[in-house]
Structure formats: C-alpha cells, structure tokens
C-alpha cells in the first residue's frame, strides 16, 4: 500500500466531498431550498464529514486521525437521518434517497475501515 501524503488523496476525503456536492446539488431546488433550517443543517453536516477527515488527517498524531474519523463517520449518520427526513417531506425524489442513502453507506463502512485499519496497525 502506497503511502499517502495529502488528504485529497484518501478515498474517503474523495467519497465525502462527493457527498457534500450531491447534498448542495439537492438542496437549491423548491422546496428543499426554502426549507432553511434543514438545508442549512444537512449541508452543514455534509460538509463537517469532509471537513472532520482533512483535519484529522493533517493532525499531528494518528491518534487524533481516528478521532477526527469517528467524527466523520457521525456526521455521515447524521446526513443520512435528515435524508429520511427530507424524503419524507417530499424535497427529494426515492432516486435521490437511495443514491445518496447508498453513498452515506459506502462512506461510513469505508471510514470504518481506514479506523480499524489503523488499530490494527497499532497506529492509535
């Protein structure tokens, strides 16, 4: 396994900042936009996902690598509650839920294993 030297380079910074840009791509129109306080909550969320990855990764210890992922990885669950939410208010089509549903998925197991793949390593 090649080692990585930027963030940008880590799947799940990847994975993430595909979410955040889906979540904003589904929140500009009628009515998901107009709803302000949802729409400011789940993007804010998407966003804390790739944010929580970058910033763990540019820490100084891999100890606090994996905390920042834990972190991550909420904030993951958390879009996909208010995806629920969204759904069923109407503001997203089933096509949307289950895209993203299945991207928050592959995303948390991912962040996951990166985590577990570091105790293992014996590198928390």
């Known amino acids: 396994m090649s080692k990585v030297n930027k963030f940008e380079d880590l799947f799940v910074w990847q994975k993430a900042f595909e979410l955040s ?3 904003y791509r589904i929140t500009v129109s009628e009515p998901f936009s107009r709803d302000w306080g949802l729409r400011d909550q789940i993007q ?9 990855i970058a910033e763990g990764f540019e820490r100084y210890s891999n100890a606090d690598f994996a905390r920042f992922l834990a972190i991550a990885r909420g904030s993951c669950a958390e879009v996909k509650s208010q995806l629920y939410l969204a759904y069923s208010l109407n503001y997203i089509s089933d096509d949307d839920l289950r895209t993203l549903h299945e991207l928050c998925s592959l995303l948390s197991g991912s962040i996951g294993k990166l985590r577990n793949s570091m105790n293992k390593r014996g590198t928390q």
Do not use: E, F, K, P
């Open 21 to 23: 840009r889906a979540v």
């Open 44 to 52: 804010r969320a998407s966003v804390s996902v790739m944010s929580n």
